[in-house]
């Protein structure tokens, strides 16, 4: 009952905003779920309230630590009638140190069966929903299946408009701020102490993007991350290093382009390779950011503000289509 409800109640206060109608009553090991009668709308929220809860259960049982997220993304699941959150969200893809990494939204769970099912996939969407996370738990737990010989984890070193030269220290210094976000990745997911042996045996790599030019990555699960900062150029390269035994997978938010000018290839790619078998452009919403809640309205936000601005800019070089 503590697993299910949460510290101080906090996700049975969860459970009660989905239903704002329904009165939810726990003493002991026993929950009781009840409405007023005269409240319009009240029986009809009681039944899916009921499978709500229903359903958290199974998913306790099923080991599944239970958060804000789990609860408003099954009572989404079940609102859209897409299947049983129970089964849906209690796949775990990899357990390390008494964690367990598993798809939280309904968009994650259709990213990581993507990558399941196809060479390349596109893990296109905002911050915060997992894009990177789950890519790399698909990557450990196939080296630990031996469906692939090495990691290979690259991502372009530009970032919010500084300039490497510019940065104290070597060249290494001067990259390894850039690839820290992969690194504590692979220490969450791994032995910390294993991960230096892997890195130095070279069955893990984590390079810059301009590494990867004139190689070929045969038996290797691949990683571009902020993807949304490679230029059409560098994309095309990235995407022709595929060898065989290999799969790709290439994250970025096409919303937050640092490049100081030109094109970005993720956006490009969008329409270059959007008919091709094998190639798959999984589209992740503020609907499956499982940070903060207020990172999803943020984005939302954001999202709003630029479309209105979109909306201004048309409209101004446009003035007879008014």
């Keep these: 009952m503590v ?22 009553l726990v003493r002991g090991n026993r929950i ?10 009240g029986p009809d929220q009681l039944q899916p309230a009921l499978l709500l809860v229903e359903e958290l259960i199974r998913m306790v049982s099923n080991g599944v630590d239970l958060g804000e997220t789990e609860v408003t993304q099954s009572a989404r699941i079940l609102r859209e009638k897409s299947g049983s959150p129970a089964e849906l969200l209690s796949q775990a893809i990899l357990t390390s140190r008494g964690k367990s990494v598993r798809p939280k939204t309904i968009g994650q769970k259709e990213y990581v069966d993507a990558i399941d099912e196809n060479t390349i996939v596109f893990g296109i969407g905002p911050a915060g929903t997992g894009k990177t996370y789950l890519a790399m738990a698909k990557a450990v737990q196939a080296l630990q299946r031996k469906e692939v010989e090495r990691i290979i984890l690259t991502r372009p070193a530009v970032e919010a408009g500084e300039r490497l030269g510019f940065l104290p220290g070597s060249l290494n210094d001067k990259i390894d701020p850039y690839l820290r976000p992969l690194y504590d990745a692979l220490n969450e997911m791994m032995d910390p102490e294993l991960v230096p042996k892997l890195l130095a045996a070279g069955t893990i790599e984590v390079a810059p993007l301009a590494y990867m030019r004139g190689r070929t990555l045969n038996n290797a699960f691949i990683i571009l991350d ?3 900062n490679t230029t059409p ?20 938010d096409i919303t937050q382009v640092d490049l100081p000018m030109g094109a970005s290839g993720l956006q490009l790619v969008t ?3 959007d008919e091709m078998d094998d190639i798959v452009f999984a589209q992740l919403t ?15 936000a954001y999202t709003k503000f630029d479309a209105e601005r979109q909306r201004q800019d048309y409209e101004r070089q446009n003035p007879r289509k008014r």
């Design 226 to 228: 902020e993807a949304q």
């Design 233 to 252: 150029e560098q994309m095309k390269m990235f995407l022709t290093r595929l060898g065989f035994g290999s799969k790709m997978v290439v994250t970025g």
């Design 32 to 41: 009781t779920l009840s409405v007023d009668p005269l409240d319009e709308g």
């Design 286 to 300: 503020s609907a499956d950011v499982v940070r903060h809640n207020l990172v999803g309205q943020i984005v939302d």
């Design 271 to 273: 329409h270059v390779l």
């Design 3 to 24: 697993r299910l409800l949460g510290p101080q109640d906090r996700l049975l206060h969860t459970i009660e905003r989905q239903f704002p109608l329904v009165n939810v």
